[in-house]
């Protein structure tokens, strides 16, 4: 007799329940139609950064500041790229061509710091693509030029820039992403991948492996964000999202694509990261709308070996699961009720009967995981197995399963 396990895989769908956005009415003189950055300030102004200026937002009315060529102590430039609220109150302006404006809530005005071509003392580029705030106040400027290091007390600015000659310099001089994470490190994401900055040895540290799966070299990052467990979020302009561990250093990638792939994103260009109040990341994108992923979870999936099952008991098990999850409500802090389906997939080990060593368990798990697809496929309520039984030639049967044509296959959809 030969003892049968069953290789069941799982993967949990969250639905949040209905999630309704409310338009804001914005009248046709305010450029806040497209919108580039975004801040809130300790008084709980919403600052919108556009193309046509800086606006104000205070839940019922707009304030538009732009920019005046005559006036030193207006906005520098029209396109705003970043925002960044200080802990000293101001407002800090990132722009596209023109350096940072900072604005002062006591004076209603803005100090202008440019570049000059020659002049160390200046910002290294005019293009201010990023901007992150250290504890002690120093802030961080992503330019295209380099990163700069700038102290509000007594106007200093600190330089990085590439060098070829040095490995724990700036990976290049195109920065975007910036961030300065709870422990004090800063993040910075560039053209040339994701390297983080730590105080004590004032060295730029690669973070993933130099090449492969898990290296962001030659990755135009351009997002950062930390989550409630520490973790570094990261989107790019051309490869979708990652996330990357700092204590187990390993890096998950989430990258554009289509179909029922929980780690793929609806587009290849991240524009911006949050966290929910529930938990969830929320990513937005350049043109396919916002992912949300579940940050306790991350897409994945989990796995349950069922130990000297008979191969037909198969179904039965998956139902139990499936009704197991559907029957449990969460309840959320704030009220919201949470519901939570459940997709499975099985296949039974040996997988045939008639020939117990034509599929070794790997083979055995690839085709449970297959089934767990189809059953995603089905409706993300229900489970798809494959028990081979009577199976007189394995590869064949896997080959109908993946082409959709008849295959000794059973499920069950809610």
Not at 152 to 167: C, K, L, T, V
Not at 275 to 281: D, P, T, Y
Not at 373 to 383: D, L, P, Q, T
């Amino acid at each position: 007799m030969i003892g049968t396990a069953l290789a069941i895989g799982a993967v949990l769908t969250v639905r949040l329940g209905l999630i309704s956005f409310h338009p804001v009415s914005i009248p046709d003189d305010v450029p806040a139609h497209l919108v580039s950055a975004l801040a809130q300030d300790a008084d709980g102004f919403l600052w919108i950064g556009t193309q046509g200026g800086l606006v104000r937002y205070d839940g019922y009315t707009f304030r538009t500041y732009r920019t005046n060529p005559r006036d030193p102590a207006a906005l520098g430039g029209a396109y705003v790229r970043a925002l960044r609220a200080s802990a000293d109150g101001r407002l800090w302006a990132g722009t596209f061509a023109d350096g940072v404006s900072i604005y002062d809530p006591a004076t209603d005005r803005f100090t202008q710091l440019r570049h000059t071509a020659g002049d160390a003392s200046t910002v290294a580029h005019n293009r201010v693509e990023g901007l992150a705030e250290e504890r002690d106040g120093h802030m961080w400027i992503a330019t295209y030029g380099g990163l700069d290091r700038f102290d509000p007390r007594s106007g200093a600015i600190e330089h990085f820039r590439h060098d070829p000659a040095q490995p724990s310099s700036l990976a290049d001089d195109r920065t975007r992403g910036i961030l300065v994470s709870r422990d004090g490190r800063v993040w910075v994401g560039s053209s040339g991948g994701l390297q983080v900055w730590s105080p004590a040895t004032r060295a730029f540290e690669r973070a993933g492996a130099a090449s492969g799966p898990e290296s962001l070299a030659g990755t135009f990052v351009s997002e950062l964000y930390e989550d409630a467990r520490g973790r570094i979020w990261i989107g790019t302009t051309g490869s979708g999202a990652a996330v990357w561990d700092p204590e187990s250093r390993r890096l998950q990638r989430f990258p554009p694509g289509t179909g029922d792939d929980a780690k793929r994103l609806s587009h290849f260009w991240v524009y911006g990261i949050s966290e929910g109040g529930s938990g969830e990341i929320w990513i937005a994108t350049f043109g396919g709308g916002i992912d949300v992923v579940d940050a306790d979870t991350l897409g994945e999936e989990f796995l349950i070996v069922a130990r000297f099952n008979d191969r037909r008991e198969g179904g039965t098990i998956a139902e139990k699961i499936r009704e197991a999850v559907a029957a449990r409500t969460f309840t959320l802090p704030d009220g919201d009720a949470l519901h939570v389906t459940c997709s499975i997939g099985f296949a039974a080990f040996p997988f045939s009967t008639v020939e117990p060593g034509a599929l070794d368990w790997e083979r055995v798990i690839d085709l449970a995981d297959l089934a767990l697809y189809e059953a995603k496929r089905g409706g993300r309520n229900g489970w798809v197995g494959f028990d081979g039984t009577t199976v007189a030639d394995p590869g064949a049967a896997i080959d109908a399963l993946k082409s959709g044509r008849a295959s000794p296959i059973s499920r069950q959809s809610r």
